[in-house]
């Protein structure tokens, strides 16, 4: 079974998909020093792949993931607080799904996205009540808030660009998280 740190790292690239070593200890809040090294064991197990400058994860690091989830996330406590938490989220999930498309297809408008950032910060708020239940999910609140700076000082590609760490990709991989800590599948 993986370590917590391996798993902190391959779960973020699990989420992610596709990353640099630098992209994924920004992820996983760890240094590239510590990265590194478990990108290399992953990468001569045939969990990774190393493009070069990209990794991505491969079907045996898939499962090594879900194993994981299955395997360590089973107390009932953490199971409930979490399932309660993801019944609120899913109604945020909703209007913040229907925001993200409304902004996309008004070009942009100013007071959607207030809204969408209004919706971020809700959830940042609600996810310091599981943080207590699952400590890594504090990375998602440093990400979002990084995010929202970016789009409040006018970088409009940190609200939905899927190429950057935007509030998009990182709601998409809180979503993925919670979905896999309750043993779920992904509907939408």
Not at 131 to 147: A, D, I, N, Q
Request: aromatic share 10%; charged share 25%; proline share 3%.
């Amino acid at each position: 079974m993986l370590t917590e740190q391996e798993f902190l790292v391959l779960n973020s690239l699990y989420l992610k998909k596709m990353t640099s070593v630098c992209g994924l200890a920004d992820i996983a809040g760890l240094s590239v020093g510590e990265v590194q090294p478990l990108v290399g064991r992953f990468t001569a197990q045939n969990w990774v792949m190393d493009l070069g400058d990209e990794l991505v994860i491969q079907p045996g690091g898939m499962v090594e993931v879900e194993s994981y989830y299955r395997e360590v996330f089973t107390d009932p406590a953490l199971q409930d607080g979490i399932a309660q938490w993801y019944r609120r989220f899913e109604t945020v999930n909703t209007r913040f799904i229907k925001l993200v498309s409304d902004w996309q297809q008004s070009d942009g408008d100013a007071k959607v996205l207030d809204r969408i950032v209004s919706t971020v910060e809700r959830l940042i708020n609600s996810i310091g009540e599981v943080t207590h239940l699952v400590p890594r999910y504090s990375g998602y609140v440093r990400r979002f808030e990084r995010s929202i700076a970016k789009v409040d000082r006018g970088d409009l590609d940190f609200v939905c660009t899927p190429t950057v760490d935007s509030v998009h990709n990182i709601w998409f991989e809180l979503h993925e998280d919670a979905l896999l800590l309750l043993g779920k599948e992904r509907t939408e």
